[in-house]
């Protein structure tokens, strides 16, 4: 591989979920579920308040592994994610990936590897977890 990555190298970055996160991401996706919208609807079916978009914190997930772990020119293939707890506006969220094997090439000659996903809240609790398949040039 070109791109000197290793198992057990990690990365994590965090982020603090706005309002405005989640109207852009209702606006980009055409997903206005009231359970990410409506604090009322939320309130009257025993949510609490509003879940935050699971694919919004997944986004973030995109980041890591584009401009980070791998980094730039690194492709995301495949993903298993558990979606554990729900995040609320205003929670910050850590995203931490860590890198478990290697596969030197597959069928189209491209560099695999593989990260464990963790995702927390500013509790420090589980929100979300799994792994993906990443190619590295």
């Given at each position: 591989?070109?791109?000197?990555?290793?198992?057990?190298?990690?990365?994590?970055?965090?982020?603090?979920?706005?309002?405005?996160?989640?109207?852009?991401?209702?606006?980009?996706?055409?997903?206005?579920?009231?359970?990410?919208?409506?604090?009322?609807y939320c309130l009257e079916h025993g949510l609490g308040s509003r879940v935050v978009h699971g694919m919004l914190i997944l986004s973030f997930l995109s980041t890591l592994i584009g401009m980070h772990l791998p980094g730039p020119g690194a492709l995301w293939l495949s993903q298993s994610i558990d979606f554990i707890s729900p995040v609320r506006i205003g929670d910050r969220i850590k995203i931490t990936g860590k890198v478990t094997d290697q596969v030197q090439t597959n069928a189209l000659g491209l560099n695999i590897i593989v990260m464990k996903?963790?995702?927390?809240?500013?509790?420090?609790?589980?929100?979300?977890?799994?792994?993906?398949?990443?190619s590295v040039k």
């Amino acid at each position: 591989m070109s791109v000197m990555i290793k198992t057990g190298d990690t990365f994590s970055l965090e982020k603090t979920i706005s309002p405005e996160m989640v109207k852009d991401f209702a606006d980009f996706s055409g997903d206005y579920n009231p359970v990410h919208m409506d604090e009322m609807y939320c309130l009257e079916h025993g949510l609490g308040s509003r879940v935050v978009h699971g694919m919004l914190i997944l986004s973030f997930l995109s980041t890591l592994i584009g401009m980070h772990l791998p980094g730039p020119g690194a492709l995301w293939l495949s993903q298993s994610i558990d979606f554990i707890s729900p995040v609320r506006i205003g929670d910050r969220i850590k995203i931490t990936g860590k890198v478990t094997d290697q596969v030197q090439t597959n069928a189209l000659g491209l560099n695999i590897i593989v990260m464990k996903i963790e995702i927390t809240n500013q509790l420090g609790q589980k929100v979300s977890r799994g792994t993906v398949k990443v190619s590295v040039k």
